[in-house]
């Protein structure tokens, strides 16, 4: 694995002083003409907007490519991590930003279903500007290992033995693992409690402590600790068996059928951005996912590199809004 891999968790966050210098500078008219043609993009660093706390997923894939894009552009793009309300906070700072090209958003699964969630404060559709799809991985199902069930329809016989005496641990209402697990009991037609908590972390501790039983959500997060036992899997969410776990069935084929949940993350802009810089973006990340290095990554981190283009992605988007809006809406899933 190259250096920039190893080491994006740790060289990026030193460049935020960096961003915030450069920021203050404004552009010249001159340097906002060839900026919006894309010939001296970028002439400053970037900030990308994580909105969710370090440590995640989005997190996670936002450092690993951002580095490589760091050195492909001879231009720092600078991590920052604007957590809050679902992601909502992070999310309303980057759609305000200029269409510059210096504010770009990391994006999951979340930007899908939070409309059906929150009143949001712009329209997510209308004021962004697509820029690439980066990779997609499944959730994975898992239980503290004390739980009597080592498989999926042994958990569905077990729920439904003990109706409302199992519950399972999420980072907050509407969070990639509430979805999930709603879609889960949903389909399985179970009665399991939410448990939710203020982030994945306190969420994962606490199924890893046996406070709670069950968890679901992105495979990513929870594969260190299934590989070190403290995390027992029954199922992953994809469409087919992860790479990762060849040995664990899908969710799907081990006892709900058609059930299929993935996080994913891309990256968009504030909608009025140059298609030239919109084109390079894209190409340059599209070049990053290509790497044997990059895709070794992602399979290894339970995931997988998708490329897309813009307009691809724009439209991917929107499926999964449609997909997410309907279990929103049957599970009754409202804002706190």
Known sequence: MPSSLRQAQYSIPLL???????????????????????????????????????????????????????????????????????????????????????????????????????????????????????????NSLVVHPSVPANSVKELIALARAKPGQLNYATAGIGSFQHMSSEMFRIMAGINIVHIPF??????????????????????????????????????????RRSPALPDVPTVAEAGVPGYEANNWWG??????????????????????LATPETQKWFLGEGGEAVSRTPDGFGKWILSEMDKWGKVVKQAGIKAE
Not at 267 to 288: C, D, F, H, M, Y
């Open 16 to 138: 935020t002083g960096l961003l915030f210098c450069a920021a203050i500078v404004p552009a010249t008219p001159a340097q906002a003409a060839a900026t919006g043609s894309g010939a001296d993009y970028p002439a400053r660093p970037i900030r990308m907007i994580v909105p969710f706390p370090p440590g995640g997923s989005n997190d996670i894939v936002a450092r690993v490519v951002g580095q490589q894009l760091t050195e492909r552009l001879g231009k720092p793009v600078v991590i920052d991590n604007r957590g809050g309300a679902g992601g909502m906070i992070g999310t309303e700072t980057a759609i305000h930003a200029q269409p510059d090209g210096y504010t770009l958003l990391i994006i999951s699964v979340a930007y899908a279903y939070n409309p059906w969630i929150y009143k949001l404060n712009y329209d997510p559709v209308k004021a962004v500007a697509p820029v690439a799809q980066l990779g997609t991985g499944p």
């Open 198 to 239: 203020k982030g994945g972390g306190p969420a994962m501790l606490a199924v890893i402590a046996g406070q709670s039983q069950i968890s679901i959500g992105s495979l990513l997060q929870t594969l260190p600790h299934i590989r070190s036992g403290k995390l027992k899997p029954l199922g992953t969410g994809g469409a």
């Open 267 to 288: 990256i968009i802009a504030p909608a009025g951005l140059s298609p030239a810089i919109v084109r390079k973006l894209n190409t340059e990340i599209a070049a990053i």
